[in-house]
């Protein structure tokens, strides 16, 4: 039987190195492992032998088959190999391993924005929007600043020139707007009181670009309009703003101001997150960081919309988002918003 096997062995090698086509390859399969092929002939030999040579009849058998399918396997892969179409220049591997993309995610003025809003209506506030392109009277008269006012001075922006694609004839001086309190102004003309409306949105000022000033930035301004509405209302709402904002156990500090459009006004400072108030030099030893200004709506703006003054108080805010995240942050620089410096951004 050993001898039988050896001299099928040389035959095989012969054979398959003759082989020349996936065809020939599966002809000698067939020969050798097949229902009716060699290995079955040898399997029946079998039979004849004795009790003592089957054992190792039955090893060297099965060690030929297992020679011969690994064999016939690795001929088969050749054949394959050779058959694939010549790979272009340009061609996609697809058993290279994938590039997987990178995963963007928000802005930080985008996520401070909507941390912002998101405290505010969790108090029952609406997100209002408004266009940035606006006219003269929702930017300055309907807020209470007449067209000479002093007060305009730092707020006159850019002015657009409209003229060729008017469509009436209203003469309308057109500017982008310089604060969101526009919205607050459409948003009365077309609703009655109550109403709770935050507005956030892009404004833009005439100020020289430099580590704190931009010409452009990002302000939410607040408006809440009902019966009896008191200063301490305010101070309220913006005192759990504080506390929501930059943690528990800030305290708010309100200082007499003015702005046109409120009466009485007042800056708000939040006690330095930094330092806790004791005084450090992000605080400039103060013990308190400005975020906002506030105050009560001016009988005048609410004559503009239509509103019953004697009936109706209000109270409004505004905030810079710019402002607020750079405390956050902790960011001594508002270029850096802007610049779209991706070593920067991905820290947020």
Not at 52 to 72: D, H, Q, R
Not at 226 to 233: G, L, P, Q, R, Y
Request: net charge neutral; proline share 5%.
């Amino acid at each position: 039987m050993q001898d039988r096997i050896e001299q099928l062995r040389q035959e095989f090698s012969v054979k398959l190195g003759q082989a020349a086509s996936k065809e020939a390859v599966e002809g000698l399969r067939i020969e050798y492992l097949g229902r009716k092929g060699i290995m079955r002939d040898l399997l029946s030999a079998m039979a004849g032998l004795s009790a003592e040579e089957k054992p190792k009849a039955g090893s060297l058998v099965n060690v030929f088959k297992n020679e011969i399918t690994a064999a016939i396997d690795a001929k088969f892969k050749e054949f394959s190999v050779s058959d694939a179409p010549a790979k272009k220049a340009g061609d996609f591997d697809i058993t290279m391993p994938g590039i997987a993309p990178g995963i963007g995610h928000k802005h930080p003025l985008t996520q401070v924005t909507e941390e912002i809003c998101q405290i505010f209506v969790r108090m029952g506030f609406e997100i209002a929007q408004g266009p940035e392109v606006e006219t003269e009277y929702y930017n300055f008269q309907a807020l209470n600043i007449p067209k000479d006012h002093p007060s305009t001075d730092a707020f006159d922006t850019f002015f657009l020139d409209l003229a060729p694609h008017k469509k009436n004839k209203i003469d309308h001086n057109w500017l982008l707007r310089s604060q969101t309190s526009t919205v607050q102004i459409r948003v009365m003309e077309k609703r009655k009181p109550p109403l709770k409306i935050i507005a956030p949105g892009r404004v833009f000022r005439p100020d020289a670009t430099d580590a704190s000033h931009s010409f452009m930035f990002h302000q939410i301004e607040g408006l809440l309009v009902d019966k009896k509405v008191t200063f301490a209302e305010l101070k309220g709402a913006l005192a759990l703003f504080a506390s929501q904002m930059f943690g528990p156990g800030t305290k708010t500090r309100f200082r007499p101001h003015f702005f046109p459009f409120t009466e009485p006004s007042a800056e708000v400072d939040i006690s330095c997150i930094i330092c806790s108030g004791r005084g450090c030099r992000v605080c400039s030893q103060k013990g308190w960081l400005e975020v906002l200004g506030a105050g009560m709506v001016n009988p005048a703006v609410f004559d503009a919309v239509g509103y019953d003054s004697e009936k109706y108080t209000g109270f409004a805010f505004g905030m810079g988002v710019e402002r607020l995240a750079m405390l956050k942050y902790g960011i001594t620089d508002i270029r850096l918003f802007y610049e779209n410096d991706l070593r920067f951004l991905r820290q947020f």
